[in-house]
């Protein structure tokens, strides 16, 4: 055989080695656990093309404005579908009466202080609740809005603080004493200033409670993974005990209240 031939021969057994052993199905280095991992990366990124939010579990911070109050809170959630989750939720609030404002008081006829006129207690409460969250509107893509509505309830727990006030004798030599309302609506004595936090721990009451949800969230987060959102809802909570805020306004057991809120955090 000639030598060109041969050296033909030899560099075409070369070439068709490769694409002869890719086509065995026999090849020579393989990761299962690479393929398998890059065929899920490769349906979540599908999915998330397509606005579903893809995920294990997430956890998000909050801050709430309420029409009567305001609050922090945590929520820790799971993914069990494409578009349904259930979450766990931890809430601090504080509830005031819609009745309930301060005005500017004065000790000494220059520094002034604002007191809350009428107010017996502050009132504080901790929710936990359990609840599912249902994707009604994808993002549509990485930059879109996902649109979902939640619903939860819980048991809640009920906190009233003494409101506590400095005050004195406004018929006699000045003499600062401890008071609250409704004892110090008398023209005898004049308020200057309240304790706030700093005072009416020792008169604590607790009421047991439960408590509902429901709400709508927008996430506008600009990629899938993190959480960027507010929320808008109602709910409401129903304590064993009354609980007294105001002087001279009947104390209740029902609390309903509408809220906007907004969170951030980060799906995994």
């Known amino acids: 055989m000639p030598a060109k031939n ?36 490769n349906q979540m990124m599908k999915m998330e093309e397509e606005g579903d939010l893809i995920f294990n579990h997430y956890g998000l911070f909050g801050f709430k404005m309420a029409t ?19 979450f766990l939720e931890f809430e601090l609030n504080e509830i005031k009466d819609p009745k309930d404002h301060k005005v500017a008081v004065s000790g000494d006829g220059y ?85 706030g936090l700093s005072g009416g721990w020792n008169h604590l009451s607790f009421s047991p409670g439960l408590n509902a949800k429901l ?4 996430d506008y987060g600009r990629f899938n993974q993190t959480i960027g959102a507010f929320e808008t809802g109602v709910t409401a909570e129903y304590y064993l005990n009354q609980m007294p805020l105001m002087a001279y306004v009947p104390p209740k057991h029902l609390f309903f209240n509408a809220y906007i809120a907004i969170m951030f955090g980060k799906r995994k």
């Open 68 to 86: 009567n109050g305001y609050g922090i809170f945590y929520e820790r959630g799971k993914f069990l579908t494409n578009h349904k989750s259930r």
């Open 215 to 218: 709400a709508m969230r927008f």
């Open 111 to 195: 520094t002034y202080n604002y007191v809350a006129v009428g107010r017996l207690n502050n009132f504080y409460e901790f929710k936990a609740s359990y609840g599912q969250q249902i994707l009604i509107g994808g993002k549509g893509n990485k930059n879109g809005v996902a649109v979902t509505y939640l619903y939860s309830g819980g048991l809640s727990l009920g906190m009233l603080k003494q409101y506590v006030l400095d005050a004195y004798s406004a018929q006699s030599a000045p003499a600062t004493f401890k008071s609250t309302y409704p004892t110090i609506f008398d023209s005898a004595y004049a308020v200057y200033d309240a304790l």
């Open 6 to 41: 041969a050296l033909f021969l030899l560099a075409y057994t070369l070439i068709s080695l490769p694409v002869l052993a890719q086509q065995s199905g026999t090849p020579v280095y393989s990761n299962n656990n690479n393929t398998s991992k890059q065929q899920r990366l």
